[in-house]
C-alpha cells in the first residue's frame, strides 16, 4: 500500500530553469493539493484539483503550473525557478468529491527544493 | 492569508505532563482539524470536530471547539517524548473543495 509519495525527495537547481515535482496517490482519491511549507507562513495552498482535469488556483499560485490527466498524478512545474520558490513542497489527497470539507487529508513525505 | 492561528507557537513541557494549544479562526467553518508533522516529514491527520460539536477524544487527545468565539483547543495528555512535534490546526473556511487553510502551527517539545 504506497498510498501517496513524492518524487524527488531533495532537489536543487538554478535560477531560471523548469522544475517539475511528481505527485502519485494509490487511493483514487478525487482531490489533490500542492502546499509549499516555509519558516513563518505555514503551509500555503498553491492549486489543487477536484478531478482528473480539473484545476484550481490556490492562494500562492504565481510561476506555477499544474496538470492532473490522470487521478493519480498530480505534477507540478515551476516554470522558471526563482529563489523565493525555495521551500519544502507537500503533496496531499483527500477522497469524496460529494463530502463539502468534511474529509481529511493525506499528505506526502514532502520534497525540499533549493533554487541557487 | 492564515484562517488559523495557532497559540504558542513553542511549548516545552516535561515527560507525563498536559500540553495544550489553541487555534483562532476567522471565517464560519464545516469542520476544523488538527494535524501533526514530525520533523521532516508530511503533515499526518489527528483529528476533525465538526461546527456542531463541542468537543472530541481520541486516545490521549482532546478537541473543542467553541464556534462563537472562533477558537479550538487540542489538549494532549500524558505527553511522550515521541508527542514532540508541530502541530496545526486547519479550517476548511466554509468554502467547497476540501480546501483547508492552515495556520502556522505550534511547535511541541516533550522533554524527557
Known amino acids: 500500500d504506497a498510498g501517496i509519495t513524492q518524487s524527488p525527495r531533495y532537489k536543487i537547481t538554478e535560477t531560471g530553469r523548469q522544475v517539475t515535482l511528481m505527485c502519485h496517490q494509490t487511493?483514487?482519491?478525487?482531490?489533490m493539493f500542492w502546499y509549499r511549507q516555509d519558516l513563518g507562513h505555514g503551509l500555503r495552498l498553491i492549486y489543487y484539483s477536484a478531478a482528473a482535469d480539473i484545476t484550481d488556483k490556490g492562494e500562492v499560485p504565481d510561476g506555477y503550473v499544474v496538470s492532473r490527466s490522470k487521478t493519480e498524478n498530480f505534477p507540478l512545474t515551476l516554470e522558471s525557478a526563482t529563489r523565493s520558490q525555495t521551500s519544502v513542497y507537500f503533496c496531499?489527497?483527500?477522497?469524496?468529491?460529494?463530502?463539502?470539507?468534511?474529509?481529511?487529508?493525506?499528505f506526502g513525505p514532502g520534497t525540499r527544493l533549493t533554487v541557487l | 492569508s492564515q484562517q488559523g492561528e495557532e497559540d504558542p507557537q513553542a511549548l516545552s513541557i516535561q515527560e507525563g505532563e498536559n500540553a495544550t494549544m489553541n487555534c483562532s479562526y476567522k471565517t464560519s467553518i464545516n469542520n476544523l482539524q488538527w494535524y501533526r508533522q514530525n520533523s521532516g516529514r508530511g503533515l499526518v491527520h489527528l483529528i476533525l470536530?465538526?461546527?456542531?460539536?463541542r468537543e472530541k477524544h481520541s486516545g490521549r487527545l482532546r478537541v473543542t471547539l467553541d464556534t462563537s468565539k472562533k477558537s479550538s483547543s487540542l489538549l494532549i495528555t500524558a505527553s511522550r517524548a515521541a508527542d514532540t512535534a508541530s502541530y496545526f490546526c486547519a479550517t476548511d473556511a466554509g468554502e467547497y473543495g476540501n480546501k483547508l487553510v492552515f495556520g502556522a502551527g505550534t511547535i511541541l517539545r516533550v522533554k524527557s
Open positions: 470536530i465538526r461546527s456542531n460539536e
Open positions: 487511493w483514487s482519491h478525487s482531490y
Open positions: 496531499a489527497s483527500s477522497g469524496s468529491w460529494a463530502l463539502r470539507g468534511t474529509d481529511t487529508q493525506y
